[in-house]
């Protein structure tokens, strides 16, 4: 689907897209009718998994444990790659754990200001089994002061320094896998939050062995809606994974504080397609009033959103 905003198209998940991601966020009989919709009605699903299309690859652990939750028999190729997929990210996720577990150590040691972001605190606070969540790296919020102490820890563990700017600064292990540290949340364009704003509003998770500090879940929206990808084509199907979790598992979520931060950081009318996929098509708790005025197109643009069909 293709929704015209303000300034340019924001494209969102198609028709079959669609389908998939009920299938993996919907329980009992609409998730099972959407699995089995896709698979009816989707005449290549192996090509569209090869091309990848909008992060569908990511998705499979998921999509895999879906079908056993709904009681379904995938077999053939379809199967093989799915139960693959899921195998690999569990084996994949131990690994990934093991250097996780070695970082938020150091960091604890050396008493380094951290908050973890994106997939390792997704991963372990909304998602029912981490493995399903796919991780290529950590992100974590930080100082400045932080960097600098980071910049002498982590070569202890095995990490070696390849970047760093005004903002960030980035470390691989001689695994591949690579660090993020930040300054300042990636939605952050007009206002930066102070680290001990951002702290503060967050929360404590036990991940393996550490309690850690992670986003809020306003934050935490605006973060996963933010992702880069949405820039040139359209949000992957993981961050509706990620988003839709949250929402999910914060009953209590403050809509007004993240319009108003939204708006704040000029990213309301961008991302508010996204919010109206979530509750119109993957049932997300969206209060329809969200909609009502704070991210609809001020007078004089180029009018409401219009939806219309693509190709699978």
């Known amino acids: 689907m293709l929704v015209k905003g303000r300034k340019r198209l924001v494209e969102l998940p198609s028709h079959a897209q669609t389908l998939l991601l009920r299938a993996c966020l919907l329980n009992g009989s609409a998730g099972r009718r ?16 090869r091309r990848d299309d909008c992060g569908l690859r990511r998705i499979l652990p998921l999509l895999f444990l879906a079908a056993k939750n709904h009681r379904i028999e995938i077999g053939g190729l379809l199967g093989t790659i799915l139960r693959t997929a899921y195998v690999r990210e569990h084996l994949r996720m ?55 102490k980071a910049q002498r820890v982590l070569p202890t563990i095995g990490f070696s320094q390849v970047i760093q700017d ?32 951002i702290a503060a509003e967050g929360r404590d998770q036990t991940i393996g062995g550490h309690s850690v500090r992670v986003l809020g879940p306003v934050n935490s929206l605006l973060q996963i809606v933010s992702h880069p990808a949405a820039q040139e084509r359209g949000l992957p199907l993981g961050a509706f994974c990620d988003a ?69």
């Open 166 to 197: 005004a903002h960030s600064a980035r470390f691989e292990h001689g695994s591949n896998l690579p660090v993020e540290l930040h300054t300042r949340l990636r939605y952050q364009r007009n206002v930066t939050s102070p680290f001990a704003t």
């Open 94 to 148: 131990k690994i990934y754990s093991k250097i996780l577990d070695q970082v938020l150590g150091a960091f604890a040691a050396e008493q380094i200001d951290a908050v973890i972001l994106n997939g390792a605190a997704l991963a372990h606070s909304v998602y029912a089994q981490p493995r399903t969540r796919h991780c290529h790296d950590i992100d974590i919020l930080t100082t400045e002061d932080g960097i600098a």
């Open 34 to 49: 959407a699995w089995v919709e896709w698979r009816e009605k989707t005449q290549d699903p192996i090509g569209s998994i």
């Open 244 to 312: 839709t979790f949250v929402i999910q598992r914060t009953p209590s979520l403050d809509w007004t504080g993240l319009v108003d931060r939204a708006r704040q950081q000029g990213l309301a009318e961008h991302i508010a397609p996204a919010f109206e996929c979530m509750r119109d098509f993957l049932d997300a708790p969206v209060p329809g009033w969200v909609f009502d005025g704070p991210f609809q197109p001020r007078s004089g643009d180029e009018g409401p959103y219009r939806v219309s069909s693509s190709s699978d």
